[in-house]
């Protein structure tokens, strides 16, 4: 047995479902589970490891429902910088073309190592090609190495041009070698047990990218296994266009359609909807993945946050693939959808609304989608909040500096109204990711060389 003990921090955010915020706390942890969360003087005064935190403030891990790690070896590049969804895919389609299963570990490393210096202890990735012999594999073993909660979606694209879809023929599978991986993966990395480290998920890529049966036969065999779905959808005008072309629907309607509706499938966007299909998915229970950077980069558009959350749909966040965003903060990501929220309520008229009951979205409710919301989009009951019985994954960041000189009358507030920064301590199942600032199980820049390297013989085309 090991413990773990947090004392004195200035403020603990438990985000339980009383949201309490407590002064001088602190958590004792026992083998990776919290099982004393409290004021300090209440906690016990010794365990093996004792992290005094006096200074900062301590908040759940945060959890990122959307990435595609990839693509951090394809930031701002020159040709997709200012296109809308479909040209930046279709320039970037033959540089991922080349990708080999050491880009697939390095990548995967440099966006868990931002993500653990934005506060996250939890990644869902959407790996959906899988040239040259890369494998899912590649991506677990780099993120076991990092040490974060990885949820490994099993993307793929069967829809190649020549059959009618947007990627070109040489990035795309066969539907039965994808289905065979799928299972393959399953059976060998998933862990349906509370603290989980490596869960799996099937995900074919898009509308635009795979076909109905496709579709219809990853949702099977994710049910037979209890495994989680997950695709993009309704992104941009583009694809409601394609899907009312060829299927004859709405993308929600083509999900109905498709037996893509349930408590175990999340959507990624979910920009164009209609008021009737947000209550599609809160009668189903479906998920959000949240991504507002990469629907403002790609002028995708603004999803309707505040009708989900009014509706009770779950909605987490994601960074979305670092082709567009181009980054992996999220932390940052928290803060744009903050702001975000309140360009929808400006378009809307909030400025000349005497309506009492429109409110702006709060600081509390964007760390709030980051922490339970993520939680209950990925099905883990054991993440999201600082209370008895859960992981003891959690984040700390010093308050005394120059970014929140002026803001400390509200700490938590602080951390989104302020500029992004990277965290102090970063904790995943009580073992120290981050600590005083620095990645304990990543060099830094020895990752950022070779990272570097790879990404310039991607774009020249080695
Ligand atoms: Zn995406």
Same mark, same amino acid.
């Given at each position: 047995?090991?413990?773990?003990?947090?004392?004195?921090?200035?403020?603990?955010?438990?985000?339980?479902?009383?949201?309490?915020?407590?002064?001088?706390?602190?958590?004792?942890?026992?083998?990776?589970?919290?099982?004393?969360?409290?004021?300090?003087? #209440?906690?016990?005064?010794?365990?093996?490891?004792?992290?005094?935190?006096?200074?900062?403030?301590?908040?759940?891990?945060?959890?990122?429902?959307?990435?595609?790690?990839?693509?951090?070896?394809?930031?701002?590049?020159?040709?997709?910088?200012?296109?809308?969804?479909?040209?930046?895919?279709?320039?970037?389609?033959?540089?991922?073309?080349?990708?080999?299963?050491?880009?697939?570990?390095?990548?995967?490393?440099?966006?868990?190592? #931002?993500?653990?210096?934005?506060?996250?202890?939890?990644?869902?990735?959407?790996?959906?090609?899988?040239?040259?012999?890369?494998?899912?594999?590649?991506?677990?073993?780099?993120?076991?190495?990092?040490?974060?909660?990885?949820?490994?979606?099993?993307?793929?694209?069967?829809?190649? #041009?020549?059959?009618?879809?947007?990627?070109?023929?040489?990035?795309?599978?066969?539907?039965?070698?994808?289905?065979?991986?799928?299972?393959?993966?399953?059976?060998?990395?998933?862990?349906?047990?509370?603290?989980?480290?490596?869960?799996?998920?099937?995900?074919?890529?898009?509308?635009?990218?795979?076909?109905?049966?496709?579709?219809?036969?990853?949702?099977?065999?994710?049910?037979?296994?209890?495994?989680?779905?997950?695709?993009?959808?309704?992104?941009?005008?583009?694809?409601?266009?394609?899907?009312?072309?060829?299927?004859?629907?709405?993308?929600?309607?083509?999900?109905?359609?498709?037996?893509?509706?349930?408590?175990?499938?999340?959507?990624?966007?979910?920009?164009?909807?209609?008021?009737?299909?947000?209550?599609?998915?809160?009668?189903?229970?479906?998920?959000?993945?949240?991504?507002?950077?990469?629907?403002?980069?790609?002028?995708?558009?603004?999803?309707?946050?505040?009708?989900?959350?009014?509706?009770?749909?779950?909605?987490?966040?994601?960074?979305?693939?670092?082709?567009?965003?181009?980054?992996?903060?999220?932390?940052?990501?928290?803060?744009?959808?903050?702001?975000?929220?309140?360009?929808?309520?400006?378009?809307?008229?909030f400025s000349l609304s005497n309506d009492p009951n429109r409110r702006l979205m709060t600081a509390r409710q964007a760390l709030w989608m980051a922490?339970?919301?993520?939680?209950?989009?990925?099905?883990?009951?054991?993440?999201?909040?600082?209370?008895?019985?859960?992981?003891?994954?959690?984040?700390?960041?010093?308050?005394?500096?120059?970014?929140?000189?002026?803001?400390?009358?509200?700490?938590?507030?602080?951390?989104?109204?302020?500029?992004?920064?990277?965290?102090?301590?970063?904790?995943?199942?009580?073992?120290?990711?981050?600590?005083?600032?620095?990645?304990?199980?990543?060099?830094?820049?020895?990752?950022?060389?070779?990272?570097?390297?790879?990404?310039?013989?991607?774009?020249?085309?080695?």
């Amino acid at each position: 047995m090991t413990t773990l003990l947090v004392r004195h921090a200035d403020l603990l955010v438990t985000m339980d479902d009383r949201q309490r915020e407590i002064a001088d706390g602190g958590l004792f942890v026992r083998d990776g589970f919290i099982a004393q969360v409290g004021p300090t003087a #209440e906690l016990p005064s010794h365990a093996d490891e004792v992290l005094d935190l006096r200074g900062h403030i301590v908040l759940p891990g945060l959890i990122n429902t959307h990435h595609h790690f990839y693509q951090t070896l394809t930031r701002a590049v020159p040709a997709a910088q200012d296109a809308n969804l479909f040209n930046w895919l279709k320039t970037l389609y033959p540089i991922w073309a080349r990708l080999r299963p050491e880009d697939i570990a390095l990548s995967t490393q440099t966006a868990l190592a #931002e993500l653990a210096l934005s506060g996250c202890t939890t990644a869902s990735d959407h790996l959906y090609l899988f040239p040259n012999g890369s494998r899912l594999d590649d991506e677990i073993a780099a993120a076991q190495e990092v040490g974060l909660r990885l949820h490994a979606s099993r993307g793929s694209m069967s829809l190649g #041009e020549s059959k009618g879809g947007l990627p070109p023929d040489s990035v795309v599978e066969e539907e039965e070698a994808i289905l065979q991986d799928s299972q393959r993966l399953i059976e060998t990395y998933h862990d349906p047990q509370p603290g989980a480290m490596v869960r799996i998920v099937l995900a074919p890529c898009s509308p635009f990218s795979v076909t109905p049966d496709l579709m219809r036969q990853a949702a099977d065999l994710a049910r037979h296994y209890g495994v989680h779905l997950h695709t993009h959808l309704a992104e941009t005008e583009d694809e409601e266009q394609f899907c009312l072309q060829r299927f004859g629907y709405r993308p929600v309607a083509y999900m109905q359609e498709l037996g893509w509706v349930g408590e175990d499938v999340w959507f990624a966007h979910a920009v164009w909807v209609n008021e009737a299909e947000v209550q599609v998915f809160a009668r189903h229970g479906c998920g959000v993945a949240h991504c507002p950077t990469s629907n403002m980069r790609l002028a995708s558009g603004i999803a309707p946050i505040q009708e989900y959350l009014a509706a009770g749909v779950k909605v987490g966040l994601g960074v979305d693939g670092s082709a567009s965003n181009d980054g992996s903060h999220l932390l940052a990501e928290a803060r744009q959808t903050l702001l975000l929220a309140r360009v929808r309520e400006g378009l809307r008229g909030f400025s000349l609304s005497n309506d009492p009951n429109r409110r702006l979205m709060t600081a509390r409710q964007a760390l709030w989608m980051a922490t339970r919301g993520g939680a209950l989009v990925l099905g883990r009951p054991d993440l999201g909040s600082l209370e008895v019985g859960k992981c003891a994954d959690f984040t700390a960041v010093r308050l005394e500096r120059l970014e929140y000189a002026g803001a400390l009358h509200d700490p938590l507030a602080a951390l989104l109204f302020c500029q992004p920064l990277r965290v102090d301590y970063t904790v995943v199942a009580g073992r120290c990711i981050v600590r005083q600032g620095e990645l304990t199980t990543v060099d830094e820049t020895g990752l950022v060389e070779r990272h570097n390297r790879a990404a310039r013989r991607l774009l020249r085309g080695e």
